[in-house]
């Protein structure tokens, strides 16, 4: 080994030493400054209370004195010499951490749990959405989101789509936002469970997925075509009403016909044209819109 | 079913009460029991469209216990009896339980009904088989079948998901979904026109659902593979409805199916604050329909989906994503000549990527721009290519701690290749296919603006507003005929104040305003002077321009209050919504006159639902609330509705969308 090589084993053997000398003497003196839950509850009774009661505190049970309120809040040290929100990891609208040093004192544990993996991927971490602004700790209850309740304080947009007359069963209860969603983050766009949305409608509309024999292309590539999924004016969830929405593309069709106010029940126009307007419309024939198994001409334009 | 129910709940009852009642358990919960009674002109499906709402007893239960390590959970929500049967068509029950780090386990049952429309009728026989027979006559009033359109579907299963305290875990998953009932389906008997019937198909599906996940997980490593294995079957491969002429209609339903998936993913810390993302799947789906003659048809569609993300941040206020996927959907099915058509096979590839960039900038501004790419190729003559190009920016500051503030614009430019520009001979109705593209994949630019502030201004009071609008331009030079503009327009505006121990107020307002134009030309082929070209200047009787315009106005907004009557004991509780939308469609011809359309989906819904809640002692609370809707539906599709067109003959489906009903219940709960 050659001088220079010792001389930079020495060193660092030195700079080794110093700094595990001043982490001992910093332990010793109690600098790191954990001070334990009972002295949290001097002050914090209430939710001391609440706490002990949540599931947090029950997974916790018979853990040891590592897991407690410091385990999430840091060393309350500081904080017991000098009480207030700059002295502890506080989680609340007044906290003075990011939203990043928040979901990070969550992810040292939850990092490791598989539906949390991809977090850093999603749209919620890049938005400064941090754990706590969905999920309350300290309540009795698990830590579950109120679905569609939470996702609603932000998503207004999807909440007045929810509520239009055409909707999923989403404020009836029957479907959840996390049923679709990740919410903490995965490599599909909309964060949904899915790697494409046709796989991800198809596991409850099973029917749909075919294969066919005869397939509506734009249907085969993306539900989203015709449908917006949250709730529409427009009945099925369409995103536009029929026959409109269909010429939009087909413009060769019965051929290329005005459907006016005179095709109505009661209007002027001739019984076969009223028929392809009224009722279900387009659907009225074209009634395998979604694919066909039929012979013919007929399976080819979904009417059979 | 109803028995099936009750077993299932029977034995998730026994099971939380076996673990509730075991020594030094910490139980808590819940239960609620009420009675109900429902007036007013109430008999729409659309009251009922997801929700079981008659007169009867129904109530809720929640139960919580934790022992040693060991929690478990029983819910049931809408648990109840009407006078029509026990149970409500609503109804859902979940067990959880397991141990802290080790495993869990779940059972659950639900109950979702999907009543479509009331009231229908049919001069077929048969109805609810997939063999319908009857001869049309034009009095409705004689018709053979009186029915409802409704689907009830059942979903149940359970999971288990094992660690025992290692890094290593695994989880499986099972589903039944069974879907019952009847749905609209219409059809001419002929196959290319003639009398038209509406008439309820047999809707009678079951589906298996098999889900597993196993994997590695610790602080910077989670890597896992999963899977999925799902059939689908359908009892009725066709509905064959008679009718003297023709003697025999027969419609295709959805075929069964088999469907798996597998696929591995991981997430791996890397310095820099780094992680990497990775997915890659593969799935198959096959079926093999009876075609009802010589024919063979096997279908083999595959899924084959890869995906990378690298996230970081180097330094403090940079982060970074940048994102690569390429999915591909391969269709092997095999082509024939069936009854006469060519069949054909549609596959695309779809490659997307992109970059985001956020960065802190002083005064608590967070400053995020990136680039999208995405490339979609199809084996279509009409939607060859399409290639996205999407650039954003956002800008997000919450420096003043009463108002967040955030402010985003992106653009949107697709381009797309097509092959149909020599389609038709130029007289026939084919030509027009030179002149219409799919929407969804032609040349258009995008420009989307949303802005929104929360302002928390002080104490106990919120504000918060949002307005959004997207413009998408479609090129008509390029694509003449079909979707040419569209325009959106959105506010929402919501607050809420707060008088500790007096009252909570909160209300909102949201408006959107949608406006869509789209060209088409009709065209008689073989009329005289027709002409295919829309660009030709040629507007005459049998081929002429013309436009239509939708106009989608939507307004909604209402208002809750929460006023303690006396502290502590009795709570007042109201909440008052207004939902109107209001669709019409404009038209410019170039030949004969045209009648704009008035009401499009035009509705409005009044929702009016108070409760006062007496907590009579600290564990039990007594309800008594009134729930009012009200639902006024018109459009022109349905205005006016007959069962008889000519010899066209309707069952009613989705005629009945009124309803105004009342609710009044009382209920106790009590907790412990």
Known sequence: MDKKANKMLLLSTLACTMLLVTGIFSLAAGEVGYVGSEKCKECHEEIAASHAKSFHAKAWTGKGEGYGCESCHGPAGDHVNNPSRETIISFGKESKQTAGEKSARCLSCHSATPSVSFWDMGRHKREDVDCSRCHSIHKQSRPEVSEPETCFLCHKDIKRDANRQSHHPIIEGKVKCSDCHNPHGTLSHGMIKAENINQLCYKCHPDKRGPFIWEHPPVEENCLTCHTPHGAKSSKLLIQKRPNLCENCHNGRHPGTPYDATAGFNGSASPSTKLKFVGRSCLNCHNQIHGSNAPGSAGKSFTR | ?672
């Open chain 2, 1 to 672: 079913m109803r028995i099936k129910t009750l077993t299932i709940c029977a034995a998730l009852a026994i099971a939380a009460a076996a673990a509730a009642y075991g020594a030094e358990s910490d139980v808590s919960g819940n239960i609620t029991l009420g009675g109900r009674l429902v007036a007013g002109e109430n008999q729409s499906a659309k009251f009922r469209e997801y929700r079981d709402l008659d007169d009867g007893i129904f109530g809720s239960f929640l139960l919580n216990t934790y022992k040693d390590g060991y929690f478990l959970s029983l819910k049931g929500e809408n648990v109840g009896l009407t006078d029509e049967h026990v149970g409500l068509d609503d109804q859902s029950y979940k067990l959880k339980g397991g141990k802290f780090g080790s495993f869990k386990y779940s059972l659950f049952y639900d109950e979702t009904p999907h009543n479509l429309s009331f009231h229908n009728r049919t001069f077929f026989t048969g109805v609810g088989t997939n063999n319908l027979t009857g001869v049309f006559n034009a009095n409705p009033d004689t018709w053979a079948s009186r029915f409802d359109y409704t689907i009830q579907r059942r979903d149940y299963g359970g999971g288990i998901e094992l660690s025992l305290n290692t890094p290593f875990y695994f989880s499986a998953k099972f589903v039944e979904q069974d879907a019952k009932g009847l749905k609209p389906l219409g059809a001419t008997t002929a196959a290319t026109g003639g009398p038209f019937y509406e008439m309820p198909e047999p809707v009678d599906y079951k589906t298996n659902n098999l889900f597993f996940d196993t994997g590695y997980r610790s602080t910077n490593l989670v890597a896992s593979l999963d899977g999925m294995l799902s059939t689908f079957r359908n009892k009725n491969d066709y509905l064959t409805w008679q009718d003297p002429t023709p003697p025999n209609g027969v419609n295709s339903l959805p075929p069964d199916n088999d469907y798996w998936k597998v696929g591995g993913q991981a997430a791996i810390k890397l310095p820099l604050s780094s992680t990497l993302a990775l997915r890659g799947s593969f799935a198959k789906l096959e079926s093999e329909p009876n075609l009802l003659t010589t024919d063979k048809y096997k279908g083999d569609v595959t899924y084959t989906s890869t995906s990378a993300a690298l996230t970081s941040n180097p330094i403090k206020p940079l982060d970074t994503k940048i994102f690569l996927s390429y999915l591909r959907k391969d269709n092997a099915s095999n082509t024939f000549t069936f009854g006469g058509a060519e069949t054909e096979v549609f596959h695309y590839k779809k490659l997307n990527g992109g970059l985001d960039i956020g960065y802190r900038l002083p005064l608590d501004t967070r400053a995020n721009t990136g680039y999208e790419y995405l490339k979609v190729d199809r084996n279509r003559q009409d939607a060859t290519t399409t290639e996205d190009h999407i650039v954003y920016a956002q800008l997000k500051n919450d420096y003043f701690d009463m108002v967040t503030a955030k402010v985003r614009y992106q653009y949107l430019n697709r381009g797309a290749e097509f092959d149909k520009g020599t389609v038709g001979t130029g007289t026939n109705t084919a030509t027009l296919g030179r002149f219409e593209r799919r929407f969804d994949a032609t040349d258009k630019t995008q420009h989307a603006v949303k802005a929104g502030v929360d302002l928390t201004p002080m104490e106990h009071l919120e504000f918060g507003i949002e307005y959004a609008y997207k413009v998408d331009d479609y090129d008509v030079d390029r694509t003449k005929l079909g979707r040419a503009l569209v325009k959106r327009h959105e506010v929402l505006f919501d607050a809420a104040y707060e008088l500790p121990g007096v009252f909570k107020v909160s209300g909102y307002f949201d408006y959107e305003k949608m406006k869509d134009e789209s060209n088409h030309r009709y065209f008689q082929s073989g009329g005289v002077g027709a002409n295919p070209d829309p660009g030709s200047g040629v507007n005459v009787a049998t081929s002429y321009n013309w436009t239509a315009t939708l106009n989608d106005e939507n307004i909604g907004y209402g208002a809750a209050v929460e006023v303690p009557i006396i502290k502590d004991r009795l709570d007042f509780i109201a909440s008052w919504d207004y939902a109107e939308a209001d669709g019409a469609v404009e038209f410019v011809t170039f030949g004969p006159s045209l009648q704009d359309i008035p009401a499009y989906d035009d509705y409005v819904k009044k929702t009016l639902n108070a409760k006062a809640v007496y907590k009579m002692t600290r564990a039990l609370t007594l309800t008594a609330g009134y729930l009012y809707e009200n639902y006024e539906y018109i459009d022109q599709e349905l205005q006016n509705y007959q069962f008889v067109l000519g010899t066209n003959a309707f069952s009613g489906a989705y005629a009945d969308h009124d309803y105004e009903a009342h609710v009044g219940y009382l209920m106790a709960t009590y907790r412990f």
